[in-house]
């Protein structure tokens, strides 16, 4: 009596198993390759509407599916029906581990890259060249891994070679804690953004323009065009200012009045002093009183804001206080001190005798 055909045996599988087995490795296949390619499409429009990063992360490991890693699982599916030898079965086992490791790192290079564009597209392109070298970094670590666990998985012992590593990577760090430890600074300034190219800080007594921030240094012009380099770990534990995130500036201006003024004239001088800087656009009037009286004169404190950081706009509009303030005070008869007494008093504080003139 004729045994079936799909009865029949060839290398420890019914014919019908190893036709099945092929059956659900095709359908596997396809079922996988329809699934991205509806997914990829459908998440792309989602994406586009969106501005969450999950989408956006999901649709980029889809993309960056290969084929070849498609074939392999659904290969393993079907495989998985069959009965192989204990061999052939470690084989593919170890085949299909190696597969997925290549796809994890693609995975993760995908997503490393995504995070980098998304980082320099929300915080700009100011700090490129840290986050680029922060995204070499980790891509090479994770290569390694995946390298490690790929000899791990063909049976190579990585105990001695783990241990090489580590002991080649503490004495690699202990002769270059520096640069590491600028790199980090400069990872710390393009996330925590303290500052950013193109502001105005000040550092201690430096002061300037932020130029460039890079790996090690960050590169400042002064206002007399000379170039300021500072390391970055060093920067941030100075105390920086930064100058062009001020929403308004305070602009505090201080006269010495003749001390012989008449007091109807100064009862009028606070009232004049308003008008000049209210009369000015976009000024606001905060006070101008007498600070005290010092043995040249009469401090006349004036204080007015300007809702602007700009440096170019305060000159201006300073420039325009004084000249309505010298005005007023020509049109009251309110004289300054004595140039003489000035002298006197500041060469006092330096430590140098000086005889005022008579008055």
Sequence with gaps: MSVPLLDRFVGGNSVGTWLLGVAVALGAWVAFRTARQVLVHRLAALAVRTETVADDAVVELLRRTREWFVAAMAFGAGAAIVRLPPRADSW??????????????????????LWLERTVATRGASGRTALEAVGLAGRLGLW????????????????????????TGIAVALAVQNVLGDALASLSIVLDKP???????????????????????TRVRAADGEQ????????????????????????????????????????????????????????????????????????????????????????????????????????????????????????????????????
């Design 195 to 217: 500052f950013e190219v193109g502001d105005a800080i000040a550092v201690d007594q430096f002061e300037g323009v932020v130029e460039h921030i890079g790996l090690k240094t």
């Design 228 to 359: 300021l380099v500072f390391a970055n770990a060093e920067l941030l534990k100075a105390r920086i200012r930064n100058l062009q995130r001020r929403t308004e500036r305070r602009v505090v201006l201080l006269h010495t009045l003749d001390p012989s003024v008449e007091p109807a004239a100064l009862d009028a001088l606070g009232a004049r002093v308003r008008g000049v800087i209210e009369g000015i656009e976009g000024l606001r009037f905060d006070r101008a009183a007498l600070r005290g009286a010092t043995p040249e004169g009469l401090e006349l404190e004036t204080v007015y804001w300007l809702p602007s950081a700009d440096f170019a706009r305060h000159v201006v509009a300073r420039d325009a206080v004084l000249r309505g303030m010298h005005a007023a005070l020509r049109d009251l008869g309110v004289g300054y001190a004595s140039a003489d007494v000035t002298a006197a008093r500041r060469f006092a504080a330096r430590g140098v005798g000086v005889t005022a003139g008579a008055r």
């Design 92 to 113: 593919l086992h170890r085949s299909l581990v190696l597969v997925a490791l290549v796809q994890g790192g693609l995975w993760a290079n995908a997503l490393v890259r």
């Design 144 to 167: 390694t891994v995946l390298l490690l666990l790929a000899l791990d998985n063909v049976g190579v012992n990585i105990t001695a070679l783990v241990t090489g590593l580590g002991i």
